[in-house]
């Protein structure tokens, strides 16, 4: 809003005076950042449940007399602005303040807090207790407005609407038979697949979830529905973009069908091969600037959590050294962090349906080992970790396509056993942001970083000493993650193994460190936890094991 804007809206919200999404306070010097997270639940609340567009929290007006008195709240504007990382962390979904207004009225300074409603179906918590406001009062959220939020999203799944006119003409034939080979594929092991292809297109359609006994709907059109038929989603855009920023401009929009779309955008993106630490004693290592699974999994997730309903496209932008994907909603349950280390089950999605229809067609994994899978591979390749940000309505998230610091780079390369937590750590070392104590002392005694607080820096020292190097190598572990990779690769490209392909394949990789007996019951303990995650499975006897990937 300009200032004038600004100055009508404060004029609006005095004259209508408090309710249920509007609080002033007098604040002239100071307030509790307490009261502020709890004000911030029972607004957002209460926003959500009156349908309004935010909620305000004003501070410099009287409450006897609705008079413009002025606040010294915060007067330096860093410091205002850190009231946003101090609402998100106290937050549950962590979301924060939308905007913070500075308003000059007649030389009194007034600042106006605007609260997001709280997203549909999904109470907004402060500290662990739900807040909502009783006429201008505080007071906690009650049963029955609680449940009325969580109740929203039972019955308005955007995307398992049927659309009215719609029908299966209005499907694209590449993009309905893509879908067959890929539910195909992902149903390989319980159903045949020549049963597949003798299925007619409605009875295909139904089985993997995408129509609704032969009725078209939004995940329809969207995945698989014909370009000149998007009008039928019409007020909401169904587009993707792609942008190119740098010393050359280009663009491009891509609409239905989704299916097709994603890899067509894919291949705009410039993916020249790097060549890592060329001027290194270690030998060269070549690695392509994007990995096409990475940027897939990220553009199919801005898919399934977008909120259509904000009429907003899915914007990619490529920029010299790295891709930023960005997509309409917050994150819908947890943060991002919760899903990295792949310990996180979500429970719930914005968009279930289409969910639903996309671990159908294999487009996306619906345990939320997705986002590991991308720190993973991005580890794997010695670069940057992905960034993740919500800003405003929206998630922003970064891949990195270079370098950053080449001693984070060098370390990776050097030291192939580190946890993820430590490089996660690492990484935010390298981008000069904050870390947690505890982490940095870890890293420290792993000779990982130097420096002092604030300005820690990566240290390349890691097993340094060059006579000790040999050893090292030898009898250093690497991360379960990078065996079981193993194993998968070696399934995919000979189809199965046995035990004693599998213990040939890993047992000289295994740290010197283990005895023979240590050897084999990490890889037992391996083969086992790819199959509770249902990565493999054992289509021979126990005695005599004939492993096969799920996929």
């Known amino acids: ?15 209508t005076w408090e309710n249920e999404v509007v609080e002033f306070k007098e604040a002239s010097n100071d307030y509790d950042t307490d009261k502020i997270g709890r004000y911030f639940s029972a607004l957002a609340n209460e926003a959500n449940l009156r349908d309004a567009e935010a909620g305000w929290l004003v ?15 915060r007067p330096e504007r860093e410091r205002l602005d850190s009231l946003k990382q101090q609402i998100a962390q106290g937050a549950d979904p962590t979301i924060t303040l939308r905007q913070i207004h500075e308003v000059d009225v ?15 179906g999904m109470p907004i918590s402060w500290k662990g207790h739900y807040y909502a406001r009783s006429g201008e009062s505080l007071a906690p959220l009650n049963i029955g407005k609680l449940e009325e939020i969580r109740a929203q999203t039972l019955n308005t799944d955007w995307s398992a609407q049927v659309v009215d006119g719609a029908t299966l003409d209005d499907l694209d034939p590449t993009a309905v ?8 594929l992902k149903h390989q092991n319980r159903i045949d697949a020549d049963e597949v292809r003798g299925w007619p297109v409605a009875t295909l359609l139904d089985r993997a979830k995408v129509t609704q006994r032969g009725q078209v709907t939004r995940t329809a059109l969207l995945l698989l529905g ?14 993707m973009t792609w942008k190119l920023v740098g010393p050359e401009t280009a663009y491009e929009h891509f609409g239905p069908p989704f299916l097709l779309a994603t890899s067509q955008l894919y291949q705009r993106i410039r993916n020249i091969q790097l060549r890592l630490l060329p001027d290194d004693e270690l030998l ?9 699974k990475v940027v897939l999994e990220a553009l199919h997730n801005c898919i399934a959590h977008q909120d259509y309903r904000q009429n907003q496209r899915i914007i990619v932008t490529e920029r010299p050294d790295r891709l930023v994907l960005e997509n309409a909603g917050r994150f819908f349950e947890g943060a991002p962090e919760d899903y990295v280390r792949g310990d996180k089950t979500p429970r719930g999605y914005r968009n279930p349906y289409l969910v639903q229809a996309m671990v159908e067609l294999n487009m996306i994994d619906q345990m939320g080992y997705g986002i590991q899978r991308m720190y993973e591979t991005q580890r794997r390749r010695y670069l940057p970790m992905p960034d993740y940000e919500v800003a405003g309505d929206a998630v922003v998230m970064t891949v990195y396509g270079g370098v950053v610091d080449p001693a984070y780079t060098r370390v990776l390369m050097e030291n192939g056993g580190l946890k993820l937590t430590d490089v996660l750590a690492l990484d935010r070392v390298q ?3 904050e870390v947690p104590d505890a982490a940095i002392q870890a890293l420290k005694r792993k000779g990982l970083v130097e420096g002092r607080k604030p300005r820690f820096r990566v240290s390349a020292a890691v097993a340094a000493a060059s006579s000790k190097k040999a050893e090292y190598i030898k009898t250093r572990a690497f991360d379960d993650q990078h065996y079981a990779d193993m194993v998968v690769e070696f399934l995919r490209k000979f189809g199965s193994a046995s035990r004693k392909d599998v213990d040939d394949l890993l047992w000289d990789k295994l740290s010197d460190a283990l005895d023979d007996t240590q050897k084999r019951n990490k890889i037992g303990n391996l083969l086992s936890g790819l199959r509770r995650k249902d990565v493999i499975f054992n289509a021979g006897s126990k005695p005599a094991p004939q492993w096969k990937l799920c996929e």
């Open 1 to 15: 809003m300009t200032p004038a804007e600004l100055r009508l809206k404060l004029t609006d919200l005095i004259a």
């Open 59 to 73: 501070f410099g007006v009287s409450n006897q007399t609705r008079a413009v008195v002025g606040t010294s709240y």
């Open 106 to 120: 007649e030389g009194a300074r007034v600042v106006m807090l605007e609260v997001p409603p709280a997203p549909r």
């Open 177 to 184: 038979e893509r879908a067959r080979s890929d539910f195909a």
């Open 226 to 239: 014909r370009a000149e038929s998007a009008y039928l989603l019409s007020p909401h855009p169904a587009q």
């Open 284 to 292: 060269p290592h070549e690695v392509s600037k994007y990995d096409r």
């Open 431 to 433: 981008k000069g942001l």
